[in-house]
């Protein structure tokens, strides 16, 4: 089964600092996908940026970075110069491939709050 | 395309009636989810179809939940007896090649 572990409910940071959300799963499968999403309170999940398990660089999305750690299973997500609009709840979520294995497991998510 | 679309965005009914959301995905997306999200929690995936095939069911879907996805083109997500606990986001999402695409949900309340 696979599993993902976000362990901050809340963040808070000031207006274009970087920030970094934590994200740890666990899977037996060895290959894999993950993925972040930003859900404003409009309650859309705005797909961010995605990392295959045998991507050897880590993906980059304009300002968003995935720190993908392979042996530590890690997949934090980066933001750097944060702005007021990046406010929101930010899920971690991983894919296995295996036949059949189509659906998206989320984390509980973090909610980001930028401050002026 | 304007990406998919539920309706209702909104929807309280009373405890013990049928309710029905429908998704309409991107349309040359051939895999199509229902996910639920309850307050603070990540989405938990209920089910999804692979044109009009159903190909797997959570758990969570108890007998009084069933979905549809007629000819392969829209979904409808039906929730028979409503219960207080299926207060939550419904989410339909959709994809082709791996990358999905979420709707803006319906949020059901159940008084």
């Known amino acids: 089964a696979q599993k993902i572990t976000q362990t901050q409910p809340g963040m808070f940071v000031q207006e274009k600092e970087a920030v970094t959300l934590d994200c740890t799963y666990d899977?037996?499968?060895?290959?894999?996908?993950l993925f972040w999403y930003k859900q404003p309170s409009s309650g859309e999940m705005i797909f961010l940026i995605y990392?295959?398990?045998?991507?050897?660089q880590n993906a980059t999305e304009g300002r968003y970075s995935l720190n993908f750690q392979k042996a530590r299973k890690s997949a934090n997500l980066v933001i750097s110069a944060s702005q007021l609009g990046d406010s929101a709840m930010y899920f971690c979520a991983m894919r296995g491939v295996a036949q059949g294995a189509q659906k998206l497991v989320f984390g509980q998510g973090t909610r980001l709050t930028i401050n002026p | 395309d304007t990406g998919v679309s539920q309706d209702p965005r909104h929807k309280i009914t009373k405890r013990g009636q049928n309710v029905t959301f429908r998704c309409d995905p991107i349309s040359e997306h051939n895999r199509l989810y229902w996910y639920r999200q309850t307050l603070g929690q990540g989405p938990e995936f209920l089910t999804y179809f692979q044109n009009e095939a159903q190909l797997e069911k959570s758990r969570l879907l108890s007998d009084r939940f069933s979905a549809e996805r007629p000819k392969g083109s829209f979904s409808t997500l039906e929730i028979q007896r409503t219960e207080q606990g299926d207060s939550a986001m419904y989410l339909c999402?959709?994809?082709?090649?791996?990358?999905?695409?979420f709707g803006s949900g319906t949020r059901l309340t159940v008084v």
């Open positions: 990392q295959g398990s045998y991507d050897e």
């Open positions: 899977t037996s499968d060895q290959s894999y996908g």
């Open positions: 999402a959709s994809s082709l090649l791996g990358g999905y695409t």
